[in-house]
């Protein structure tokens, strides 16, 4: 479904030229359930590099470890990736290890310098519409209702009214939402927020779920129970793929995990098999456990 072969990406110094492109992406683009800001270029994170390539099939992930040129602005290396229908993914690493710039480059909003991004046996060149995006921020608009914000990206493709509104209805009542359609984001707590933004997401029917940090700024219990509507969205045949700090909610919702670890070339490590991940009692279960032990050890065992 997704590939990204070989990507590089990076930034020129102070004056220099950039080393990759920024795609066009409007503030309202049915590609993304994030805030139109979908074009952050994901700049704090530096580069990443050689890795074990792993998985079988389409499901792999690694670096070349070199098919751009390394230089003081290069944020990814020969970065290498495939994720294949369902499959749900997970990334995590330190601050500054390439993870969100990854990210924007799976989901079109960034263009890479070398290398190839493919989607559905194409070439990505920008936002797609089976490709949806939640980012850190809520990004609701404030003057909107809770119906108006979810129904934008299909008011925004053309769909007409009579066809939009049963999808937006179908997709607050998934999230739980649909008696809070009239309500305006600030009379919302932060998860009912997040469940906004995962409703307009979803209101388009993608195949891919692209999330960056969603739940980073919610209490633990909501965290938790957000990242559980999460996964039972699997059902439907979603791919998904996450970028997190927590090892927890990676050894939740990934069975897939990349880890990248410190800063430079190099920092695509591997990925770890997680098949068992989800489901109510994985949390209480002693694979879960063990992943989050392995997780923590190879990233240095103080991670957070």
């Not at 690694?62 to 944020?75: E, M």
């Amino acid at each position: 479904m997704l590939r990204l072969e070989d990507v590089s990406f990076g930034y020129a110094p102070a004056g220099g030229k950039a080393a990759g492109n920024s795609a066009s992406a409007g503030s309202c683009d049915a590609s993304t359930g994030g805030n139109g800001s979908g074009g952050e270029s994901g700049g704090s994170d530096a580069a990443c590099g050689n890795g074990a390539r792993a998985g079988s099939g389409d499901a792999s992930a690694g670096g070349s470890g070199g098919s751009g040129p390394v230089g003081a602005g290069l944020l990814l290396d020969g970065a290498s990736l495939a994720i294949a229908p369902g499959e749900h993914w997970a990334v995590i690493g330190p601050s500054g290890c390439g993870k969100t710039t990854l990210l924007h480059l799976a989901a079109g909003l960034l263009q890479p310098l070398s290398g190839a991004v493919h989607f559905a046996g194409a070439p990505l060149r920008g936002p797609h519409s089976d490709i949806s995006v939640i980012l850190q921020e809520y990004g609701l608009f404030p003057w909107k209702t809770v119906m108006a914000n979810t129904i934008l990206p299909l008011i925004v493709r053309h769909v007409p009214k009579n066809e939009a509104k049963p999808k937006a209805e179908r997709a607050l009542r998934k999230l739980g939402l649909w008696e809070h359609r009239d309500a305006y984001p600030y009379r919302l707590s932060g998860g009912q927020r997040q469940r906004v933004a995962i409703a307009r997401a979803l209101v388009g029917s993608p195949k891919l779920l692209l999330m960056d940090e969603p739940f980073s700024a919610l209490d633990a219990l909501t965290r938790e129970n957000l990242q559980e509507t999460v996964h039972a969205l699997h059902a439907d045949g979603l791919a998904s793929l996450i970028v997190t700090h927590s090892i927890e909610e990676a050894a939740f919702l990934g069975e897939k995990i990349i880890v990248w670890r410190g800063k430079g070339a190099g920092c695509i490590d591997q990925v770890v098999q997680n098949p068992g991940a989800g489901g109510a009692s994985y949390r209480s279960s002693a694979e879960y456990a063990a992943c989050c032990r392995n997780l923590r050890s190879m990233l240095g065992g103080s991670h957070e």
